[in-house]
């Protein structure tokens, strides 16, 4: 089986910065693309960024300048690091990875972590 593990939340002064993992674990033979999403208190998640195997990455526009995220193929970890927080930032982020297994190496699935609380707050 496969796990997406996120650490690194917590609560944070506006202005402040932070830095997400996400470490993936188990059975597996290739992770393509992985991103963060994040959902704050009554509403709907969203894409906050994207990167491929590769390292090419995209991000939302109300992150763009203040986020940055990247990824250790070696370590099978992706990491978003997080500048200039704002308290509308305030939210659980979750990482997502398209991900195949040693079992069948030529499916890849989608897998969800759990999400990590991150509170923008003075």
């Known amino acids: 089986q496969v796990q997406l593990v996120e650490s690194g939340g917590g609560v944070v002064q506006p202005g402040g910065s932070l830095r997400l993992s996400c470490a993936a674990a188990?059975?597996?033979?290739?992770?393509?693309?992985m991103g963060w999403y994040r959902q704050a208190p009554g509403k709907q998640r969203e894409l906050v960024a994207t990167?491929?195997?590769?390292?090419?990455?995209t991000y939302a526009d109300f992150v763009k300048g203040r986020f940055t995220i990247s990824r250790d193929n070696t370590k099978n970890t992706m990491y978003l690091q997080m500048n200039s927080l704002k308290p509308e930032d305030t939210a659980v982020y979750s990482c997502?990875?398209?991900?195949?297994?040693?079992?069948?190496?030529?499916?890849?699935?989608?897998?969800w972590g759990k999400g990590t609380l991150v509170t923008v707050s003075s």
């Open positions: 997502y990875a398209n991900i195949s297994g040693l079992i069948i190496p030529t499916r890849a699935m989608g897998y």
């Open positions: 188990g059975s597996i033979f290739s992770i393509y693309g």
């Open positions: 990167i491929t195997r590769s390292g090419t990455t």
